[in-house]
């Protein structure tokens, strides 16, 4: 459902966004107080740590976990292929379209794609060929068989192998 994705997109997306407050604030501390901050090398450095906070991170998890994230682990949903389990290049397309619909716009973007789609599908699920489907869920095992009373003996001696096929 919508609701879930947007559950889970919260999750993983506060993280990233902590992780890269946290690099900024690390790299300005131990940055030299004689250099300047726009300087050429500064700008380089800048770029990279965006770089790995918001794309090549989400793009590893993804792919390592084949559709998994911390947020996803929490809702319970991974997402799959259409036709199986997804690849490189379908988490590429996503991670590529989050820049774009999730950081660029702070998300109201992929909310409402995912809102309008039948499937919940934001546009990099659209244009990779990916869903997100609901994997936890509660089974219900079949209650305990209790023993009669009186066939307890039976039960003991009972030969339950299973049948010869000539038989």
Wanted: hydrophobic fraction near 50%; charge should be positive; aromatic fraction near 4%.
């Amino acid at each position: 459902s919508a609701g879930m994705r947007i559950l889970s997109g919260l999750v993983d997306y506060t993280l990233y966004t902590g992780g890269l407050v946290m690099t900024l604030n690390t790299w300005l501390a131990i940055a030299p107080a004689d250099i300047t901050l726009s300087g050429p090398m500064a700008m380089v450095e800048l770029s990279l740590i965006l770089l790995l906070w918001t794309l090549v991170l989400p793009l590893t998890i993804e792919v390592l976990s084949r559709g998994l994230s911390a947020g996803r682990l929490i809702t319970g949903t991974r997402v799959v292929r259409d036709d199986g389990a997804i690849r490189l290049r379908h988490s590429l397309v996503r991670t590529l379209l989050a820049l774009i619909e999730i950081w660029a716009t702070a998300g109201p973007l992929a909310s409402l794609t995912c809102a309008a789609t039948p499937r919940g599908k934001r546009l990099g699920d659209l244009l990779a060929g990916t869903y997100v489907v609901h994997v936890r869920s509660v089974t219900r095992g079949a209650p305990p068989v209790l023993m009669p009373p009186e066939l307890a003996a039976w039960a003991s001696q009972a030969d339950i192998r299973a049948l010869p096929g000539s038989l």
